[in-house]
């Protein structure tokens, strides 16, 4: 039996894992290239979408009411008659377009009626309100 020795004639009894390592996550990263390889399915030929669909994409309105009553659509300020603007060139884009409103908890109630109310004087019908889920769910 002889004792492995390194180039200073030193004996040691660890073994250098690294190339192990490598040659590991090298065989990790085919297996994983290989698998999603073969679970591609079945070719189809999918229809193209029409001009009338493609045009009709929703583009969805954040507009959100910050602790100190500011308003921002899309994270641009507005105030809410630049708000009723925006919204009015939206709706004439496109006319059935949704709107999430983002209240902060310590905004005063009225700042967010105010901008619920712009979304009722435009007609807008697809509005809500954005909440955390409670932390036991």
């Given at each position: 039996m002889s004792i492995r020795t390194d180039t200073e004639g030193k004996a040691y009894d660890d073994i250098n894992v690294t190339p192990m390592v490598d040659l590991y996550l090298v065989l990790l990263l085919i297996f994983i290239i290989m698998t999603t390889a073969g679970l591609q399915g079945l070719k189809v030929?999918?229809?193209?979408?029409?001009?009338?669909?493609?045009q009709a994409k929703k583009k969805i309105q954040a507009i959100t009411?910050?602790?100190?009553?500011?308003?921002?659509?899309?994270?641009?300020?507005v105030s809410l008659t630049e708000l009723e603007?925006?919204?009015?060139?939206?709706?004439?884009?496109?006319?059935?377009?949704?709107?999430?409103?983002?209240?902060?908890?310590a905004a005063q109630y009225q700042g967010i009626m105010d901008?619920?109310?712009?979304?009722?004087?435009?007609?807008?019908?697809?509005?809500?309100?954005?909440?955390?889920?409670?932390?036991?769910?």
């Amino acid at each position: 039996m002889s004792i492995r020795t390194d180039t200073e004639g030193k004996a040691y009894d660890d073994i250098n894992v690294t190339p192990m390592v490598d040659l590991y996550l090298v065989l990790l990263l085919i297996f994983i290239i290989m698998t999603t390889a073969g679970l591609q399915g079945l070719k189809v030929n999918l229809p193209k979408e029409s001009a009338a669909t493609s045009q009709a994409k929703k583009k969805i309105q954040a507009i959100t009411v910050a602790d100190d009553g500011k308003i921002c659509l899309n994270t641009v300020p507005v105030s809410l008659t630049e708000l009723e603007q925006r919204l009015t060139q939206q709706k004439a884009e496109t006319p059935d377009f949704p709107v999430v409103v983002r209240g902060d908890r310590a905004a005063q109630y009225q700042g967010i009626m105010d901008v619920l109310n712009v979304c009722a004087k435009l007609g807008i019908s697809q509005v809500a309100l954005a909440t955390k889920p409670l932390k036991g769910q």
